[in-house]
């Protein structure tokens, strides 16, 4: 059975390539692994972690958690199996190590549409993806970005 890994955090970008997941996974029979990673914050003047509260730590890996089980609930209604992965590590990093750990066919995950000045600013989780991943990666667009492309193109 191939394996296709989706990242996911839970915004339309993201639940709009867990859809495309879904679909890619039952026109090829596949099994998908969800992953869902995070960082702590870095000063992006001095590079160093940003304090990050316990508090707050421990409500983003709840709600990583959350958006991870309502995917795999969505998988299950579906007939896809699915496994989730919550990590905390760099989303990039992670989403490769874990391709190449289930030696996945496929790697799905979306773009919030990030210029590339603010992506050359903030780093792009999509690009260290497709430089880095050792199988295709498919890059699904924010449904508000596609949708404003298509208006703007029939106009």
């Known amino acids: 059975m191939s394996t296709i890994v989706v990242a996911t955090d839970g915004s339309p970008a993201a ?10 996974a039952r026109r090829r029979n596949a099994a998908i692994e969800l992953v869902s990673a995070w960082s702590t914050p870095v000063n992006g ?15 983003t890996r709840d709600a990583m958690g959350e958006v991870l089980a309502q995917a795999k609930a ?29 030696d ?10 990030h210029g590339p000045l603010a992506a050359a600013l903030l780093g792009s989780v999509v690009a260290h993806v497709l430089q880095h991943a050792r199988c295709p990666v498919m890059v699904v667009p924010d449904p508000k970005h596609a949708a404003a492309g298509r208006a703007h193109r029939a106009a």
Not at 15 to 24: K, M, N, P, R
Not at 52 to 57: A, H, L, Y
Not at 75 to 94: C, I, N, R, S
């Open 15 to 24: 639940l709009a390539a867990v859809e495309q997941a879904l679909q890619e």
């Open 45 to 59: 003047a001095l590079g160093a972690p940003t304090y990050m509260s316990e508090d707050v730590f421990y409500a």
């Open 74 to 102: 969505g998988a299950a209604e579906q007939g896809v199996q699915a496994e989730t992965h919550l990590v905390a590590g760099d989303p990039a990093a992670e989403i490769c190590r874990l391709a190449a750990d289930r």
């Open 104 to 113: 996945a066919d496929l790697i799905i995950m979306g773009s919030r549409g």
